[in-house]
């Protein structure tokens, strides 16, 4: 945890607190993604011109297509969720999330037509049986791709891979995205907290069911990158030879970072960042206790 967030949750005192479950709870995590709510627009973005280098980076880059995929799956699970939810409040941050997640699919297919990148044709939507259980995956997901992406946009921004005015095109959909995981999160704790034992359970097995699959699949996403040669060809093209230990201290630190606005009184994502300093305890560079 960081000095500032700390600092935060130290001067807490003891009647901010907001009991998990409760419907202070409730309006805390709504209310947060419902004020912050951007209202920028894909149609009138005007896209840099980029440079023969920037564009051939940007064009090479082996994921536009499952990155498209992955928004409009996003979408449609979280809005099935929404049509089924009866709590007003709940229902209302829901459906924002989901066009959110259509507004990020708007503009990387603007970016994609700007910049002649060709993607293949999108599959058949996939009916949702389970709504709930669409949400849970679609939200570990996010919590798993996200923490990635900080340290990823970071990277790039220090390293100049691409111009700063893309980036900052792209900085309101990673930011958020830090805002779905917080809403995700707390959504969770709050839905386990009022429902009934069965219900109880049946959330918690679809919890450990996502995050077994959405691991495994993102094992196979490294893997397929990999085999692309994408990894040493990134590398290079980044020009910083960063250890895996220093990136997922980066990625660490940029999810505290983009987390710290919001409320300390909301719960956080904790298992990709608790993932990574234990990992990080065992790769070279940790120090010996």
Not at 129 to 140: E, I, P, S
Not at 151 to 179: M, N
Not at 265 to 270: A, M, T, V
């Amino acid at each position: 945890m960081s000095e500032s967030s700390l600092q935060n949750r130290q001067s807490l005192s003891s009647r901010d607190i907001v009991a998990i479950g409760s419907a202070a709870h409730k309006n805390l995590f709504c209310r947060m993604l419902l004020d912050s709510f951007d209202p920028y627009r894909p149609a009138v973005i005007a896209w840099p011109e980029l440079a023969p280098d920037a564009l051939a980076r940007l064009t090479s880059l082996p994921f536009w297509d499952l990155a498209v995929e992955t928004e409009e799956i996003a979408a449609r699970r979280m809005q099935a969720l929404a049509d089924v939810t009866d709590d007003p409040l709940i229902r209302e941050a829901v459906a924002l999330n989901a066009f959110e997640e259509r507004r990020h699919k708007e503009v990387l297919g603007r970016m994609v037509r700007a910049y002649g990148i060709a993607l293949r044709p999108e599959r058949e939507p996939v009916t949702l049986a389970d709504a709930q259980w669409a949400f849970v995956r679609t939200g570990y997901g996010e919590c798993f791709d996200s923490f990635f992406a900080y340290g990823l946009f970071a990277l790039a921004r220090q390293s100049g891979f691409f111009p700063p005015p893309l980036l900052e095109v792209f900085e309101p959909i990673v930011q958020e995205e830090a805002r779905h995981n917080l809403f995700f999160v707390n959504w969770v704790a709050y839905r386990r907290a009022n429902a009934g034992w069965g219900a109880r359970v049946t959330l918690d097995r679809q919890c450990l069911a996502a995050v077994a699959l959405q691991a495994w699949g993102r094992i196979g996403t490294a893997r397929e990158v990999d085999d692309k040669n994408f990894t040493r060809i990134g590398g290079e093209a980044i020009g910083l030879e960063l250890k895996p230990r220093d990136f997922l201290a980066l990625c660490v630190a940029e999810n505290e970072r983009r987390l710290a606005p919001y409320d300390p009184r909301l719960l956080r994502p904790r298992l990709m960042p608790g993932v990574a300093r234990l990992i990080s305890r065992f790769l070279p560079g940790a120090p010996r206790h």
